[in-house]
């Protein structure tokens, strides 16, 4: 008995995020949409309307709220579209490349800490080929490489988050680590990805003023993921006998540019050693 006992708490105990229950398969890499929720300076923030008051009906209780807010802001995709006039609409991407994805996550928090302005810091090809060296896996072709600076820690102060020099200005200096036009251009060449995400407000460092990344990105009509949550839990919870993925399902707004997104992660077994360099 006793050791049934044992034999049961041991396995509650050592409960994994990637195991088989229903309940603890996935990790959610979305914030919640509140007053909280970080857009660009000038963006319409999120709005919850709730008109009306409740109403108590014969055996209900009825309530229904009207929402609005910039496509741009919170966990959201940009659609190839935004920085592409002949890209894919949000809803013109198609669901191979947003379910069951295959997914490289690397983590730079330390590099970025470690660099003279972590506000700055750009991520470049150098960084990404120490990761499959280190791990031993290259980045699935067709797949998504999510991105983990650290500067998740900072939200949802948005003036941190964002490296907003003056808040009362709208055309604020922002400051927070992004990825380079060199590391977009061999993703695309190199890699053949789906698609990116970044725990920052932009794929492109905070200081730029061209946008490269997004430009080259969006001409190969590769989405990107910002304000990606949670990335440090996956980390965590990373285990090495089976593969990541995601799902990825961004509001379908017919001719978006871009749109809130709900992103999954979870493992799946029996791929972990196809990929191996
Ligand atoms: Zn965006």
Redesign the pocket.
Known sequence: MLLIFLTIFASASSYHLYDRSRTQRYIDLSYKFDNETIYFPGMKRFQLHKEGERVQGPGYSYAAYTMSMA???GT???APF?FNDKGWTVDQIPQDSLIDVPTTLIDVSSAVKQSRRPSDFTLDVHHVIQHEIESNQVIPFGGVLLIYTGWSKYWPDKIKYLGWDNSTDVKGTLNFPGISANLANWLVNKRHITGIGLDT???DPGNSKSFPA?AILSKNQIY?L?NVANLDSLLRAKRNDCALHLFVMPLKVTGG??APASILAYCKENEASILTL
Request: no cysteine; hydrophobic share 20%.
């Open positions: 496509e741009h802001g959201h995709l940009d935004h407000a932009s794929i997004h990107n910002e540019t871009g």
